[in-house]
């Protein structure tokens, strides 16, 4: 009988390793814009991972000090380059692990002209939780995460009360938590998670009105044709006062 060697340990992730083959102008974007905009993360175990003891000086990789904004599963940058194009008073950093839709993200920041947002090739989980101070995000962005269905997969939802713990410890006093989907099962499995977390406050006690900022994605496009209903949801950091 064959003995194979002990598989490294791997944490449950809400992602799936995908091909990162580019096409030509994904290719050509990561050429010409690659330098400027990704910022390089030394990775642990997966080549999605942070390393252990990795620091990252973000008012340097910006150029300035500015309020942080933190976008998590930015895929190609639809809603990123747009929002962040109309947010120029704040850093804007993208956390994607799917390579090709950083690629065509570096396309939009370069078309547009942005100087305020950074990629990096991580998890975005992992990153908040290593790389970014406690009480440092001023808005954090979830738009579309992928829902996993199976109720066997419920633990890979990127939204969940472990990740809200750590999203309470990230946000800044008074800052916000913003997120969208198109499947009602998720959605309702973020009010049941989020609203009765001690550090999240829900700034609309319900459902909050579609962003007007956030402009309709192919993933919102996909799930309005198929009838699927939007949900947008913001959440407050508890402690912050209360309009
Ligand atoms: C359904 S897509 C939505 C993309 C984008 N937010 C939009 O609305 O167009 C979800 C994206 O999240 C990324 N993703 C999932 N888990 C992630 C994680 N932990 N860190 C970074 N990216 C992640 C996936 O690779 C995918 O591109």
Do not use: C
Not at 127 to 156: C, M, N, Q, S, Y
Not at 202 to 219: C, F, I, M, Q, S
């Amino acid at each position: 009988m064959t003995s194979h060697p002990p598989r490294p340990h791997r944490d449950v992730v809400s992602f799936v390793r995908r091909s990162t083959r580019m096409n030509e102008s994904q290719t050509k974007a990561w050429e010409r814009h690659a330098a400027d905009f990704v910022i390089d993360i030394p990775h642990g175990e997966m080549d999605t991972s942070v390393a252990d003891g990795t620091e990252v000086d973000w008012a340097a990789e910006f150029g300035r000090e500015a309020p942080l904004i933190v976008e998590i599963g930015s895929g190609a940058g639809d809603s990123l380059v747009p929002m962040a194009a109309g947010r120029p008073e704040a850093n804007v950093l993208a956390f994607e692990v799917f390579e090709p839709a950083v690629a065509s993200t570096l396309g939009r920041i370069g078309r547009a002209g942005l100087s305020n947002v950074r990629v990096a090739l991580v998890d975005g989980a992992q990153a908040l939780a290593k790389l970014i101070d406690d009480g440092a995000v001023t808005e954090l962005w979830t738009f579309f995460a992928d829902p996993w269905h199976k109720k066997r997969h419920h633990k890979r939802r990127l939204v969940g009360t472990d990740f809200a713990s750590l999203v309470t410890a990230k946000l800044a006093p008074g800052g916000v938590w913003r997120l969208a989907t198109d499947w009602e099962d998720y959605a309702l499995w973020m009010r049941e998670h989020l609203d009765h977390h001690p550090g999240l406050v829900n700034v609309h006690d319900g459902w909050a009105p579609r962003l007007a900022e956030r402009p309709v994605t192919k993933y919102e496009a996909k799930g309005l044709a198929a009838g699927r209903t939007v949900h947008d949801l913001t959440y407050r950091r508890a402690d912050a006062p209360q309009d």
